[in-house]
């Protein structure tokens, strides 16, 4: 309505005629209305790709392992700095690592040949992970930048910058369009990968965020800060709980 005032201020302005205010206000109301559901609907349908996604591992058993049983199988060496994190590839016997050397490198199981290796964060990478699909990969570091990298097209696909500090922990949302992401700066950030940019911020820990997590096929995002305490949120909401 306050819009719609406005509008017919500079309407007789510009000279138009009484009887000629109403049609356009009806329409200028109308426009505005529907511009305001249209952002409404996008951020609906953000926030709906973080629910209704089957869990394929429901009807799935899994065999206890025996641990007598477990035994070193080998030593993967090609890192010219500390190891920081591992992943397994969610499909294939594939392993990835990050280094403090930078960098990330990629290894064919069991016999330890290096695959691939990404290059381009400026500090070291703190944390790597694979997505779902298993055809790209997430990397962070203590640039404070999170890097994707896309398998086919063996590059970087691209880089999410918002956290202040480095950023020391990433999870993939079980449907693969989110990524949620740690940081020394007291926060954790949920990245819409579609759009590669921050869907929104979680702010309460008074320490560095040290991991993050979601809880498999939901919506919450698990946090564990330097704190001492660990925190539990609605990514949808961005309240927590």
Known sequence: MLHGLGFATALGELGVQAGEKLPALIFFNIGVEAGQLLFVGAIMATLAGLRGVPNRFADVVFEPVAAHRLMQSGTIDGHRASVA?????????????????????????????????GKGHTDWVSDVAFHPEGDSLASASGDGDVRLWDFKQGTCAGVLKGHSRAVWSIAYHHSGGFLASASMDHSLKLWDLSRQQCAISLRGHVDSVNSVCFKPFSSTVCSASGDKTISLWDARSGLCS
């Open 85 to 117: 994190a591992a992943a397994f590839h969610p499909r294939k016997a594939v392993l990835c690592t990050a280094s403090d050397d930078m960098s990330w490198r990629m290894w064919k199981l069991p016999e330890g040949t290096a695959l691939m290796s």
